[in-house]
């Protein structure tokens, strides 16, 4: 895989992958098609609708693989790019694409290695994940500590329970980490102008979107060869 390739590479070009991990997703929407409410329901179900497959030319048009869903106001159609960066050198480790209704939780754990790395001259060391609330809970802190990772996952606050002027400030620290994973998602979508995908099929949109992460890996080793003097 040219992505996974890339980023053996990266040592030959001093680049080293050893500070904490950021973990987080972001859509990647598909021209909207629409469906009658009986044939969205079949496609979730993996299905294709009879009225979608009796012609060749209209069933090699519609994308059986994407999803509609909504985060607050907005409505998206499509897939999901979640990925794991470095949050020091803001390169993608490692990604995954689901459809757009996927939560963000599902392929988390998948993303990050069994064990994580340890800092050779500090024993007592842990190398933190950064991620927002979406990601938080009780299972998901207990596996990241048995795999030797420091949960730095933002709190959130529950009816009847808010978070208490400790857990703030503990957020705030780590929204200021978490948040440079946003730049390599700003980064992708500025350079791209229109990032819709014109693929049908999520075997299309893994390729494209695989592709994107690499591009984007390129162009920020560019970057830090001109701003850290990287040979």
């Known amino acids: 895989m040219l992505f996974d390739r890339f980023y053996s590479e ?7 992958i ?35 497959t009796y012609k060749p030319a209209v069933e090699s048009q519609t994308d059986f693989d994407a999803r509609y869903t909504k985060k607050g106001n907005e409505k998206h159609y499509g897939y999901k790019n979640h990925v794991e960066a470095d949050v020091d050198t803001k390169m993608i480790t490692d990604y995954e694409v689901t459809n757009a209704s996927v939560h963000d939780s599902t392929p988390f754990l998948d993303l990050l290695p069994d064990k994580a790395k340890k800092d050779e001259q500090n024993k007592e060391y842990k190398q933190p994940v950064f991620a927002d609330s979406a990601y938080k809970s009780a299972e998901i802190d207990k596996e990241l500590q048995r ?8 709190e959130r606050a529950y009816r009847n ?24 998602f700003g980064a992708q979508k500025m350079r791209m102008g229109n990032e819709i995908l014109r693929t049908i099929g999520i075997i299309r949109a893994k390729f494209q979107i695989g592709m994107r992460n690499l591009v984007y890996n390129m162009s920020r080793l560019v970057s830090l060869k001109r701003v850290k003097g990287v040979k």
């Not at 795999?147 to 933002?154: K, L, N, T």
């Open 18 to 52: 050893k500070s904490g991990i950021a973990v987080d997703g972001t859509f990647v929407d598909v021209p909207k098609q629409h469906f009658h409410q009986d044939e969205y329901a079949q496609i979730k179900k993996g299905e294709k609708p009879e009225a979608r």
């Open 161 to 184: 329970n808010p978070l208490t002027d400790e857990q703030k400030a503990s957020n705030n620290l780590k929204s200021k980490v978490r948040c440079r994973i946003e730049h390599i």
């Open 10 to 16: 990266l040592g030959n070009y001093g680049v080293t």
């Open 147 to 154: 795999r030797g990772f420091d949960p730095q996952i933002i």
